[in-house]
């Protein structure tokens, strides 16, 4: 009878041990974040407590978690788009807020003005300060870095959802941001053009150097993209591990698998 091959063991740190602090990864262009004590009510009802964390900068962090645990909470207190109940947040070397860093947020919905043609959307993006021409000019050259320099005339009706969500991403990355934010933006994709735009995401990244948080719901599109996952549970961090596979990572490999298992292990444990 041939031998059974147990599976690898993945060792699983906790991001706060000085092992997994000093395997962070540090990447100029990207800003620091720091959260403390952070909390979040709506009346009575606690969504979000206790919330602490720090992001290197150039990390690429993913908050997973059930539905209705508070990640987009998250993300959205991190935007400075809702004002915490508690604690708080410092983005950038000067510590203040997202505000005060070259920070963008790509959304669920590409969220392009179909009456304004594919580079004028992405313009939208570029310091107002600037003249037209000159937003112009910056559009023309993200959308060169996107893969879509020859569909700047075009309408977005003409456009695929990937060249879609590929347009909204050259929209926020036009004022080269240090911290990028980022709520299920290809969760409306089919699988295969998913796939195709989580590893256009991950060279974007990976060239610019900012500071990426990702909110999904596909741990398999966690342990793809992230250096590190943090899980949403009971209104606070639950889990918090780095991912110590090597880029581009393969799905389907045992390594993968073995993280990938223990995220939704400690997620199905946690069903109601």
Known sequence: MDAVLAPPKIRFERADTETSRSAAPVRKGGAPVKVEGLGKRYGSKTVLG???LEIRPGEFLAIVGRSGCGKSTLLRLLMGLEAPSEGRIEIGARGGGASDASSRFLFQEPRLLPWQRIVDNVAIGADKALSRSERRALASAA???VGLAERAGEWP???SGGQRQRVALARALVSRPT???LDEPLGALDALTRIDMQRFLERVW???????VLVTHDVSEAVTLADRIILIEDGGIGLDIRVPLERPRRRGTPE????EAEILG???DRRP
């Open 50 to 52: 206790g919330i602490d």
């Open 143 to 145: 959308l060169e870095e």
């Open 157 to 159: 009706s003409v456009l």
């Open 179 to 181: 911290f990028l934010a």
């Open 206 to 212: 990976r060239d610019q150097g900012f500071t990426a």
């Open 256 to 259: 993968f698998g073995a993280i």
């Open 266 to 268: 400690r997620l199905l």
